[in-house]
């Protein structure tokens, strides 16, 4: 009986050990998602047989999309989600014949051999506050790096500050962990252009409470920082009560956030507005 249960014991730690990639392994993948951005080539990527792929919050043909089409891209910035398996990667293709700017999270089975989801919010032209020539100046300005393991947050107050953000927009009053400084780069739009050393993320109140809903999170503790894809439910003027596809991709350092990066589609150019 006692040699059962330490056999069962062991059964399940060998189980949780397995379920969590490593970071090295989660770096090569997110590489070989850029490169395969980069050359039209989704067969860079190792893929399950029943990988689901979206864009846009649509399930479309990965033959088809724009991960089959070579883009340039100028800037790239990818986390590391080792509990979850998981990736995500920014990027930035200002001088591309067509210029994008893409936020695309990739889920991985539990030995992190194969991609079994991606999902990507791609905007362009016309989208919410659209710049990829200023998306490329400010996101290269800014700094991501390790955080010293004795500074780091856990994951819980990482998403907590990035959840704080997104709920203040249904209820005004409630507190946000804004640090000083603090930039958010919008579109192509930064907060901190005239004052880099000030926070110029506090948001003013929505014209009506918005509820933001269908988060799904990647988190990487060592960078301090979390991605929620969510549905935004204000921007489109013909769509008020439905959801465009937005992501916002938040570094925390010391539970206080430093940068917010608000991707979000427009279905009509720039939103009807
Ligand atoms: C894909 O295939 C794997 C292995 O057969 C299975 O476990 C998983 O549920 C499938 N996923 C979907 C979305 O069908
Ligand atoms: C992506 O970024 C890394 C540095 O983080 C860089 O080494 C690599 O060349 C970039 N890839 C492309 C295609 O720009
Ligand atoms: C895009 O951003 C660049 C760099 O900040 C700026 O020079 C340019 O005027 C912007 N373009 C538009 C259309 O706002
Ligand atoms: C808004 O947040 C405040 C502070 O937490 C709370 O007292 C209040 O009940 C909330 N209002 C609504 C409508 O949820």
Redesign the pocket.
């Known amino acids: 009986m006692m040699i059962y249960s330490i056999l069962l014991g062991c059964a399940g730690l060998a189980a949780q050990v397995a379920a969590a990639c490593s970071r090295e392994s989660l770096r090569e993948v997110a590489a070989a998602y850029v490169q395969a951005q980069a050359g039209g080539k989704p067969t860079l990527l190792s893929l399950a047989s029943n990988t689901s792929y979206a864009e846009n919050d649509k399930p479309v043909d990965i033959t088809k999309g724009v991960l089959s089409q070579p883009i340039t891209i100028d800037f790239n910035r990818s986390i590391y989600d080792t509990t979850q398996c998981a990736t995500f990667t920014e990027l930035t293709a200002a001088t591309s014949k067509h210029p994008y700017v893409i936020h695309t999270r990739m889920l991985l089975n539990d030995d992190g051999s194969k991609v079994t989801k991606i999902e990507s919010v791609v905007t362009d032209s016309g989208d919410w506050a659209f710049n990829a020539t200023g998306h490329l100046y400010w996101t290269r300005q800014e700094k991501w790096e390790a955080i010293p393991e004795s500074q780091r947050d856990t994951r819980a107050v990482i998403q907590a500050a990035g959840d704080a953000y997104l709920n203040q927009w249904?209820?005004s009053?409630?507190?946000v962990p804004l640090g000083t400084p603090c930039a958010r780069l919008e579109g192509g739009a930064y907060t901190g252009q005239s004052n880099p050393s000030a926070n110029t993320c506090r948001m003013g109140a929505f014209p009506q409470?918005l509820k933001v809903a269908d988060r799904r999170y990647i988190i990487d503790e060592e960078l301090g920082a979390v991605d929620i894809f969510n549905g935004f439910p204000w921007l489109e003027a013909t769509k008020p009560n439905g959801a465009v596809p937005s992501t916002n991709f938040i570094r925390v350092e010391r539970g206080m956030i430093r940068y917010i990066h608000e991707v979000t589609v427009c279905e009509t150019p720039h939103c009807g507005r």
Request: charged share 0%; aromatic share 0%.
């Open positions: 249904g209820n009053t409630l507190p409470p």
